[in-house]
């Protein structure tokens, strides 16, 4: 039985375990043991368990990010048009390249300050992160 068909089996059996006595839920765990596998105490924490969310909201540790939209925008231009360099080269390609894509970025003084403030190796995993996942 894979994953997927032990869980729908469990569902059903939850509405039979919900809705009988203490001697019947004995008789059920031992069949729902022979079944899928489990040990009994991970079946009863189970039966017991409410349903869990279909997704779970991450929340992220630390600092909130800095570089919104337009500022990942911006980046993705300019990585591109430098001919996709790493992160430290980028950094030092920035001031050249700042004053001839300005054309290219909406909200230029903003954008050009986040820029600016741009550290290669502490946001190689955050914008660069989303510039490339967002190129391939």
Do not use: F, N
């Amino acid at each position: 039985m894979g994953p997927r068909a032990i869980g729908e089996y469990l569902r059903r059996m939850r509405e039979r375990y919900d809705g009988a006595r203490m001697e019947a839920r004995g008789q059920l765990l031992d069949e729902m043991e022979a079944v899928t596998g489990y040990h009994r105490k991970a079946l009863i924490r189970r039966m017991h368990a409410g349903e869990r969310p279909r997704s779970r909201r991450v929340r992220r540790q630390g600092r909130p990010r800095q570089s919104g939209a337009t500022v990942v925008g911006a980046l993705r231009v300019i990585w591109t048009a430098a001919g996709y360099p790493w992160s430290v080269r980028l950094k030092a390609l920035l001031s050249d390249w700042l004053p001839a894509a300005w054309h290219l970025v909406c909200a230029w003084p903003v954008v050009a300050c986040r820029l600016a403030a741009y550290q290669p190796r502490t946001s190689a995993h955050g914008v660069l992160y989303q510039v490339v996942r967002d190129h391939l």
